[in-house]
């Protein structure tokens, strides 16, 4: 195995851990801010003084954190203030094995489909099952050798 895919693999299994690790952990519908300072008993007014703002900062925070609109800084500030620590993750659905397979389905039956449509005009298309094999071939082969363009959607 080469260096890269070695070093790829490592970084998988980082993803893959942290996906297993936080998998079934959902954003409560009032959002974090609200429900950890009702969890501690806190105010809003209380929080406000601890983060040295004003209560409307506080509404606002907690408003932005659910549409998205709170920074990370903005997060990790609140979190500090509820004695918390913020934490966030960007991880696969499934296992990062997973997205890559997607990915490369997706590229093989492209590739197929376009070599088949230029067979078809010359009367040498093939069967339905020899297009299921050679896609099944391809993405075999764009997942071993994950080609330069491979994230590219051509």
């Known amino acids: 195995m080469s260096v890269q895919k070695t070093v790829r693999e490592q970084y998988r299994t980082i993803v893959d851990r ?12 009032e959002g974090w801010i609200v429900t950890v300072r009702k969890a501690l008993g806190m105010s809003g ?5 601890r983060l040295g703002v004003t209560r ?11 549409t998205g609109n709170i920074t990370l800084k903005q997060m990790q500030n ?12 960007i991880v696969p ?3 990062i094995k997973d997205v890559v397979a997607e990915q490369a389905e997706r590229k093989a039956t492209k590739i197929v ?3 088949s449509g230029h067979m078809a005009l010359e009367s040498q298309s093939l069967p339905p099952n020899k297009i299921k094999k ?4 391809s993405r075999d ?3 071993r050798d994950m080609p330069f363009d491979f994230w590219e959607d051509k």
């Open 93 to 95: 659905k499934g296992r």
């Open 78 to 89: 609140t979190a500090e203030a509820l004695g918390c620590r913020f934490v966030y993750a």
């Open 141 to 143: 082969d764009l997942i």
């Open 134 to 137: 050679e896609i099944t071939r």
């Open 45 to 49: 007014a209380q929080l406000a003084r």
């Open 18 to 29: 942290a996906a297993s690790r936080i998998s079934n952990i959902r954003t409560p519908s």
């Open 56 to 66: 409307a900062a506080v509404l606002q925070k907690e408003k932005n954190e659910l």
């Open 113 to 115: 489909c376009r070599a």
